[in-house]
């Protein structure tokens, strides 16, 4: 490759040259610890840097300590000395022809906006979240270059990395999968350590780089979930950023039930709403983010009142009993489910998740999953219910570093279904006196 008007020669093992050379829009290297994945990401960032002057590209890490500590060493490593200046006040590098790479973190997505850029990589994508990585494909703008995003990880479960690059044939998608064992240049006793100290399906995961779950028994069905991966579609409109995503406008008679598991914290989990179709369980469209409560709230009156008054319910945590508050105040109580019909205020216009209800809410949603009784269009939902797990002790939950805000928004709404009523004829739980619901 020739950079700032000279040639040099770096060593790669053929499956990091085969990556290095690809020029799908989109390409992913998948490997064990020790693969040479960051060094194969790291090559090809400078390839096009040297290739494309005047170029802007991004590097990113899931956070800036990784970043530091590890992809750019690795820039270092490589980077010709003399050839390249590393303004680190910026995290910023530049080449002498002209072009630029910006170093990043993506542990707030919304930092990432701005640039247009000719490329992307991102190191250790899989620790980072699907926004991050579709606020950078909408980056992928600057005119004159052919844009590219590759990335380089180990696999996490059944990630968004899966179900964008593994889980379909794609035509723009190409990915590589490479074991530890591929790479002839590490230590001779690197291999066995591992060995040692991983085993079964995390020695899968972390050694041969193949996407396993780590950490217990799946709770719903691979198969069928491989198959709702064909229901998954892009949303047809996006509200606030992407907050609000919506797969199919409202019908003028329909019905319409949704379910929030609300969550705070910049660094923690997702608050998420699913909104379904009453009658035929299809997912017409969902909530998704960290917003504030009062901006959460506003968000679901609008949405659910957008959908003919969706019958809504709201988990009783010590963060949704703030958004209920809210929501209260905004005029939706009425349409909002109450645990007893003798206290119909809005402290107890929420639903209780507890040892009772968390196994009927899973179990009911597991069925529908395994008998093809409910439509999901987001694929993050279905991501996560591939990482959906039961531990030792038979408790379903989503694996390490995994998510399930998505998982338990669609088995809420799910039981809303059952309690739902449409009519002036509503009891005040929420029940309706004709047998409209869902059984």
Known sequence: MVIAARRIEIDLLPKQALF???????????????????????????????????????????????????????????????????????????????????????????????PNLAWVYMDEAAISSREAFQVLQGRLRQEGFPTQLWLTTTPKGYNWVYTEFVAQERLDYHWIQCSARENTFLPPDFIRRLEEAYSGELALQEIEGQFVLVGGKAFFLGDRLRDMLGDCRDPFEQRYGNLVRIWRPPL???????????AWG???????VALLDWS????????????????????IYDLCTQYNKAYLGI?????????????????????????TPEHNDRLYRSWLTDGISRPVMLGDLEELVRNRGIVVRCKDAVSEMM??????????????????????????????RKFASFGPTALPSGRAKLNWGWR
Do not use: W
Not at 266 to 272: H, I, L, P, R
């Open 315 to 339: 988990e009783d945590n010590g963060e949704g009993r703030n958004v209920v508050k809210k929501l209260h105040d905004l005029g939706y109580g009425p349409r909002m489910y109450c645990r």
């Open 252 to 262: 003028v008679a329909g019905r319409y039930v949704a379910f929030g598991d609300v």
């Open 387 to 416: 990482s959906f797990i039961r531990d030792e002790r038979g408790r379903p939950g989503p694996t390490e570093g995994a998510y399930g805000d998505h998982v338990m928004a669609l088995a809420g709404a799910v039981q809303m």
């Open 280 to 299: 035929t369980g299809e997912q017409v469209a969902e909530i998704h983010g960290r917003p504030a409560h009062d901006e959460l709230a506003k968000c």
């Open 266 to 272: 910049e660094k923690g989990s997702y608050s998420a």
């Open 20 to 114: 290095v050379d690809m020029k799908a829009p989109y390409s992913g290297f998948i490997g064990g610890i020790g693969s040479g994945k960051t060094r194969a990401g790291v090559v090809r960032a400078l390839l096009y840097m040297g290739e494309h002057a005047k170029s802007l590209g991004m590097v990113t890490a899931p956070s800036f300590p990784m970043l530091r500590d590890s992809t750019l060493r690795t820039i270092e490593q490589i980077f010709p000395a003399g050839d390249y200046e590393l303004h680190r006040g910026e995290m910023r590098l530049t080449l002498a022809n002209g072009s630029e790479a910006l170093l990043r973190s993506t542990d707030d997505p919304d930092h990432l906006r701005g």
